[in-house]
């Protein structure tokens, strides 16, 4: 088959991909169509037998091999990242936050922009709990006793 054949089943392929909602499965189908392009343009490709045994061999070993470490380091399972699981953690208010009103709190030693989602005053100085984050401000809540 033609080195020009692989590129385009190969193109195709990564194509399908990027329409499939973070599958990852394709991709591997695709770069193996690629690169045995690439074998058949550079006269290594062998019969058309060996290339189909190329391409399925390249694309089920780094689909086995590959697949599951690039999920994880993409996250495309959507598993919770650190910032999420901030929620119902202690934070200290580096000023006064009347309610619905926007200031500062001290959470792991770094200041963050807050918002006072709760009903009572939050005084400079007293400690509060994370009610939960939105984009980079932590919305919290005055906690009696904390």
Do not use: Y
Request: glycine fraction near 12%; charge should be neutral; proline fraction near 3%.
């Amino acid at each position: 088959m033609a080195w020009w054949l692989w590129v385009l089943i190969g193109l195709f392929l990564l194509a399908l991909e990027a329409a499939t909602p973070g599958g990852l499965f394709f991709l591997f189908f695709g770069i193996s169509g690629l690169a045995v392009g690439a074998l058949v343009a550079l006269e290594s490709g062998g019969s058309l037998a060996i290339q189909w045994i190329l391409f399925t061999v390249i694309a089920t070993v780094s689909l086995v091999a590959l697949r599951r470490p690039l999920k994880a380091r993409l996250n495309v399972d959507g598993l919770q990242k650190p910032v999420d699981q901030l929620s119902e953690q202690i934070a200290v208010a580096l000023e006064d936050l009347a309610p619905g009103a926007i200031g500062k709190v001290e959470h792991r030693g770094a200041p963050w922009s807050a918002r006072n989602g709760g009903e009572a005053v939050i005084a400079k100085g007293q400690r509060c709990r994370v009610e939960r984050v939105d984009g980079l401000t932590l919305w919290v809540r005055s906690e009696q006793g904390v």
